[in-house]
């Protein structure tokens, strides 16, 4: 049984850094592409940022509002993936989701909801002076 658990949120004033984690377990994980999505209130949920399966190219990909801030990485030894957060704004305060699918594509990550399998409970992040 596929399990994932984020933390690292919390409140953290505009401008600031932050980085979340996400502990996996179940099955083995470098195998699989990892996402991270986040929900702000009255919001659908939205993609943030993926990385790709290990092997082959590494790949990530990032959502157009957090390039050049955000960075998505994963330490397969320790079977976590993180998403490090820096130049926090307002907007970016959301409940922060990491996923993975079962597909195990080599260089490919995936950005629509649809497409990952399982997911956390999330980790609430919260941007305010």
């Known amino acids: 049984q596929v399990q994932l658990v984020e933390s690292g949120g919390g409140l953290v004033q505009p401008g600031g850094s932050l980085r979340l984690s996400c502990a996996a377990s179940?099955?083995?994980?470098?195998?699989?592409?990892m996402g991270w999505f986040r929900q702000a209130p009255g919001k659908e949920r939205e993609f943030v940022a993926a990385?790709?399966?290990?092997?082959?190219?590494?790949?990530?990909s990032y959502a157009d509002s957090v390039k050049g801030r955000f960075t998505i990485s994963r330490d397969n030894a320790k079977n976590t993936v993180y998403l490090q957060m820096s130049s926090l704004k307002s907007e970016d305060a959301a409940v922060y989701y990491c996923?993975?699918?079962?597909?195990?594509?080599?260089?490919?990550?995936?950005?629509?909801?649809?497409?990952?399998?399982?997911w956390g409970r999330g980790t609430q992040v919260t941007v305010s002076s």
């Open positions: 996923a993975t699918t079962d597909s195990a594509s080599y260089g490919r990550t995936y950005s629509r909801e649809y497409e990952y399998d399982y």
């Open positions: 179940g099955r083995t994980f470098s195998t699989y592409p």
């Open positions: 990385i790709s399966r290990s092997g082959g190219s590494s790949t990530a």
